[in-house]
């Protein structure tokens, strides 16, 4: 993936600052609740609909019997954690005045999906909580972040005392 950007498109830094007015106010507006419907196309296709946006096809590969066509839902969810560890740095770098010139998110992660089909790694002794039946574990990720230049001493360096400063949901530390 290579692209050449001087500048990102930047966020509402006043929009961003009444929002988080607003949470300290009132926790409560943070609050929503989620909705997506999936429907199965047939095999492993599936259609997901969020809100009014157009359907997100999610298949899985060929060596897994889908078609191929589309992202697996255990790299939807990689997809879903970068953009929210992305939407987080784009966050904390506009509350501290940082104009981003570039935001990249990698990561990967190792998985056993053979205990889908109720073999491999389904011991209890190796699924934590499971007494005796599928339970889901942790999955460790390795996740590099590349960032445009100013970012890193405002964003990850210390942060000036008295300032706010949001984090991503993964965890992270500004």
């Known amino acids: 993936m290579s692209h050449v950007i001087t500048t990102l498109a930047g966020i509402d830094a006043q929009g961003l600052a009444q929002l988080t007015d607003n949470a300290e106010a009132d926790p409560s507006v943070g609050k929503r609740t989620l909705k997506a419907v999936t ?22 590969p060929c060596h897994l019997l889908g078609d191929g066509a589309a992202p697996n839902p255990s790299e939807m969810a990689l997809t879903a954690l970068g953009s929210c560890i992305s939407v987080g740095l784009l966050v904390n770098a506009t509350a501290q005045g940082v104009t981003l010139s570039k935001i990249e998110v990698s990561m990967e992660g190792d998985i056993d999906i053979s205990a889908v089909w109720g073999v491999g790694d389904t011991a209890e002794t190796k699924v934590p909580g499971s007494r005796g039946r599928l339970h889901p574990r942790a999955i460790p990720l390795r996740v590099t972040a590349s960032l445009g230049a100013g970012l890193m001493r405002a964003v990850i360096g210390q942060t000036p005392s008295g300032s706010r400063c949001c984090r991503p949901t993964s965890g992270g530390r500004a």
Do not use: K
């Open 39 to 60: 429907i199965c196309e047939g095999g492993f296709r599936n259609l997901t609909q969020v809100r009014t946006l157009a359907p997100v096809l999610v298949s899985e």
